[in-house]
């Protein structure tokens, strides 16, 4: 971010009373409240979709998120005289949500299942957001594993390994073995569930739902604490489940996959949301597919090899150390819910 970002200011209806940098952004104090300038690296129909989605949930009124605004000529993205592309949002003040704080946490997901029911159902009204599911998780499993084939082929084939890579072959089986076998149950179910195979997909995820995405603060109204919810950029129509999971995992993982916590959040969103019977097996079946594994090798396979970070060696030992916490949590889960 430089001064030619910050000229890009001009293309707007607003008065600008200071700026500052932000982490990769430009916090802006203007007339019409804080804003934050950030460089945009979507395409033009997604940022018309997002705009649409952050519409729709604000028009609903009864939940706290961003909103993109438009330049003096009515466009979405504004571009430097480097035609680099930048997008203007509102900006929320406050602290990210607490993985620690179980009570936070519990918020968030009720906080989720209100932006779900804000997302859903008839979209008449918004005719911009009727477009067909993106990803979908058979898809998703499919592209990983064919990831994870090459990079063993890749591994097994090369004579000079390093002492990294000797680690991650030694445990690369245990891991691939496990995506293949939850791709093809996901497939068998699907084909057996016919069009409820992929449960409810009518609804448009936030697609990032993460804690440095919840910022807590007086957005509850009437001045009450609640949270905002920001940067919808990799928002994407699916399965609900698609953003809990995402919550869900990272906050278990942190917490070493306590039963207890697990069975908190899911009856915190199920008493504002229901869940389906096959939103519970989609939620078993994404918690089980080794994503971790899969990011891990991917980080791995598309950085330099010449020098491996030691970073990636301590994430594959912590993986393996929860492994044990996680395939009991899937157990008592899926004993539960009757999987």
Request: hydrophobic share 35%; proline share 2%.
């Amino acid at each position: 971010m430089n001064d030619r970002a910050v000229s890009v200011l001009e293309n707007y209806e607003i008065e600008v009373l200071r700026t500052w940098k932000g982490r990769g952004a430009i916090l802006c104090e203007s007339d019409k409240g804080p804003l934050i300038l950030k460089e945009y690296t979507g395409s033009k129909d997604k940022v018309i979709f997002q705009d649409a989605l952050l519409q729709r949930i604000g028009k609903q009124g009864s939940l706290a998120v961003e909103s993109i605004l438009r330049t003096k000529d009515g466009e979405l993205i504004v571009y430097d005289q480097d035609r680099v592309p930048y997008i203007l949002k509102t900006y929320f003040d406050g602290k990210e949500c607490n993985l620690r704080d179980t009570k936070e946490c519990l918020q968030a997901v009720r906080t989720l299942a209100g932006l779900h029911r804000a997302s859903g159902g008839n979209l008449q009204d918004f005719p911009e957001l009727n477009r067909k599911m993106e990803h979908g998780i058979e898809k998703e499993f499919e592209k990983h594993n064919r990831e994870l084939r090459k990079v063993r082929k890749f591994l097994k084939d090369k004579s000079q390994k390093t002492n990294f890579e000797i680690f991650l072959l030694k445990n690369y089986d245990y891991f691939f073995h496990m995506a293949l076998r939850i791709e093809e149950e996901v497939r068998a179910g699907m084909e057996k569930a016919g069009n409820a195979g992929q449960g409810d997909s009518s609804v448009i995820c936030h697609g990032d739902y993460q804690y440095h995405n919840i910022i807590v603060g007086n957005y509850g109204g009437n001045g009450k604490e609640g949270m905002a919810v920001i940067n919808f950029e990799k928002c994407v129509r699916d399965n609900p489940v698609r953003d809990l999971y995402l919550f869900m995992r990272k906050l278990l993982e942190k917490n070493g996959w306590p039963q207890e916590l697990g069975a908190l959040l899911l009856a915190a969103y199920h008493e504002e949301r229901p869940l389906s019977a096959e939103d519970y097996r989609q939620l078993y079946y994404r918690l089980s597919y080794p994503e971790k594994f899969w990011k891990i090798v991917n980080f791995y396979y598309n950085s330099g090899k010449a020098w491996i970070p030691g970073r990636n060696t301590e994430k594959l030992e912590k993986l393996l150390e929860q492994e044990r916490d996680k395939v009991g949590f899937l157990e008592n889960y899926r004993s539960t819910y009757g999987l």
